[in-house]
């Protein structure tokens, strides 16, 4: 199974590498850029035979090591 992870800060946590980058393509002349966050994107591949089973260590992954969900929000995406 195929496990695609997106983690994001959550709302109101400053991301200063978000403001790098949207200050960055201003400068560019992209001043239509409002506002820019940075997140992380993983791909995992685990040996199970049901999605279920994915889910379930794609959410503990996640919890333990993947996202800091002080900060961090998460959601996944399980596809055979």
């Not at 978000?18 to 993983?42: D, I, M, P, Q, T």
């Not at 591949?45 to 994915?54: G, H, K, Q, R, T």
Request: net charge negative.
């Amino acid at each position: 199974m195929l496990v695609k992870v997106f983690v994001t800060l959550k709302e109101g946590v400053l991301d200063p590498q978000g403001k790098a980058v949207e200050n960055s393509l201003h400068s560019l002349g992209f001043g239509g850029v409002k506002e820019v966050r940075v997140g992380k994107y993983l791909e995992l591949s685990l040996d199970v035979a049901e999605a279920e089973d994915a889910e379930q260590q794609a959410r503990r992954m996640c919890e333990k090591l993947l996202a800091n969900p002080v900060i961090e929000n998460y959601r996944f995406e399980v596809t055979g």
